[in-house]
């Protein structure tokens, strides 16, 4: 099979829509044409990848508002201060001396230039903020104007026209991926070889239908309350929506066996279904999933067989990020609808089990008392994990289990047991400090914690660079991103093991611990590949979407 040769440059997996880019010719005219190529394509990038507000680019700080932080803009436009120039501040184009009717872009006046005011088609709402300790903090946040709106609106609405995508070196998505050997570049790890997977991801349009209908009905009830500005109400009616979602088990209720949500009758509800009765089920919520219904509809029309582009570039730990985060990221409901029949893999306490395994070779007889109170701590998370979980959550009151997971994870990679609004633990549970103080102070915590501190002395160390096991190096940072990179890598090189031996049109998605089939697979067979590649033993949950 073949593998990426070489590391991919980073502008090379900007893709715009072409017509989107001729649309902008069109509608702006010569201010737009007489821009260098880089500001022209930086623009069509922006407008493809940010037309509406969901969840995976929603600002944090403006819900209104994308982000996007200075490197993501240096890749579309090349200089970030040539882009704040023609869009912000101002600009001089001066006549090239290498192209016949073309312009070189200054942003001072130089001879023969001519000055040109701010084009203000992206609109900053959001100045980042350089964080704290010199940690980073936000990033800059934008709109796009009326106009380049209503292009976008234009275009992307038009039923009879599948999108074609380029770069800006005018390569298309097909031919990339066909010289790359598929969507997984590696823009990480250097030469690091690779099984790939194929482009197109196959998805269910009738189901994403099925399951706007029923957005739009809870959408209605939503809207109502909360103008009623009653949070009891909201409350209230939020759990009726959920009997109704669960109707089989609230017969004695009234409501009868088979139910209609939207329109639709069903016996067993469907997966995305059932995954909204614990889903946050606000306006904003539900206009992030129409939104990324919008998004796959948008990319999926007119063709044959409904599928939609997905392509992987690596973290910096090596995990396979979806480029827009392309389902990969979106809201649960949403990828279960769009993926209806599929199966998911998850490897079990992954990084549970893949810290126990790379750190029991390296331990001698001189463990503390804590010490090895902690390993056990992690062991017996391994083994007996949603017992742990509800345990925790009934000591702790949280009210979601959601965010004990959450938690958990956050200690696994070693974030302090404090109350600091800046650490991980406090964000998680929204500055709750009855519920922090519970949960940092839990001795189940307080002994996993032991257990990490142990692994990050013994896979750590003193050592000022760490590679991880996809052959990623970087400098020592805190003991969270130091665990992070080490457990990353192993469970980058475990989803490797499984697309090496699987067949890759079998393959529909990869969520960093976890790869979704389109087909039923053998768990142990799953096991089998990842103990054949990298030596772990490692278990695999199933669930069918």
């Not at 070889?193 to 099925?210: T, W």
């Not at 103080?437 to 914690?449: A, G, L, V």
């Amino acid at each position: 099979m073949k593998t990426p040769s070489k590391k991919v440059n980073r502008t090379t997996f900007n893709f715009y829509s072409k017509e989107l880019f001729e649309e902008l010719e069109n509608t702006l005219g010569d201010t737009f044409k007489k821009l260098p190529p880089r500001i022209k394509t930086g623009y069509a990038n922006v407008v493809s990848k940010h037309y509406n507000i969901i969840k995976f680019n929603q600002h944090s700080r403006d819900p209104k508002s994308f982000f996007m932080k200075e490197e993501e803009v240096e890749s579309y436009f090349n200089d970030i201060k040539d882009f704040r120039a023609v869009n912000d501040n101002g600009y001089y184009l001066a006549p090239s001396k290498k192209e016949k009717d073309a312009f070189t872009l200054k942003r001072k006046t130089v001879e023969g230039s001519t000055h040109y005011e701010p084009t203000n088609w992206l609109i900053s709402t959001v100045k980042a903020a350089s964080g704290v300790n010199g940690k980073s903090g936000w990033s800059n946040g934008f709109k796009l104007s009326d106009t380049l709106q209503l292009i976008a609106n234009k275009v992307l609405n038009v039923d009879s026209t599948e999108l074609t995508f380029i770069n800006h070196k005018q390569q298309s998505l097909n031919q990339l991926v066909e010289e790359n050997g598929g969507s997984l570049l590696a823009t990480q790890s250097n030469n690091h070889p690779v099984a790939n997977i194929n482009l197109e991801v196959k998805i269910d349009l009738g189901s994403l239908e099925e399951h706007r209908t029923q957005l739009i009905e809870i959408y209605r009830e939503v809207w109502k309350l909360e103008e009623q500005e009653d949070k009891g109400k909201v409350g209230e009616m939020l759990r009726g929506i959920e009997r109704k979602l669960i109707s089989g088990r609230w017969e004695k209720e009234g409501f009868p066996q088979e139910f209609c949500i939207g329109g639709v009758k069903y016996n067993s509800l469907p997966l995305y279904t059932q995954s909204l009765i614990n889903s946050e089920l606000t306006k904003e919520a539900l206009q992030h999933r129409f939104n990324e219904i919008d998004r796959l509809q948008i990319l999926a029309k007119n063709k044959q067989s409904p599928s939609i582009p997905i392509l992987y570039t690596e973290a910096t730990t090596g995990r396979y990020t979806a480029k827009e985060g392309r389902l990969q990221s979106y809201n649960k409901s949403v990828r279960y609808a769009a993926l209806r029949g599929c199966y998911e893999y998850d490897l079990e306490a992954a990084h549970q089990n893949i810290l126990l395994q790379t750190l029991y070779p390296l331990m001698d007889s001189s463990l503390t008392e804590e010490e090895a109170a902690g390993l056990d701590a992690i062991y017996d998370y391994t083994r007996y994990k949603d017992d742990t979980r509800l345990n925790l959550l009934i000591d702790i009151d949280c009210g979601d289990i959601g965010l004990i997971k959450e938690a958990i994870q956050a200690v696994t990679y070693g974030a302090d047991l404090v109350d600091n609004p800046f650490r991980a633990i406090t964000n998680i549970f929204d500055n709750d400090k009855d519920v922090i103080s519970r949960f940092n102070n839990h001795p189940f915590i307080q002994r996993y914690k032991a257990g990490f501190d142990l692994a990050h002395k013994y896979l750590v160390g003193d050592a000022k660079e760490i590679t991880n096991e996809v052959g990623i190096t970087k400098l020592r940072a805190s003991k969270s991103k130091n665990l992070a990179h080490i457990l990353q890598g192993y469970e980058r090189a475990a989803i490797d093991a499984i697309i090496k031996h699987s067949n890759k049109d079998d393959i529909a998605i990869l969520l960093h611990d976890c790869v979704v089939f389109y087909n039923k697979q053998s768990t142990d067979n799953l096991s089998e590949m990842v103990k054949k590649e990298t030596g772990l033993n490692l278990a695999f949950s199933e669930e069918q979407y």
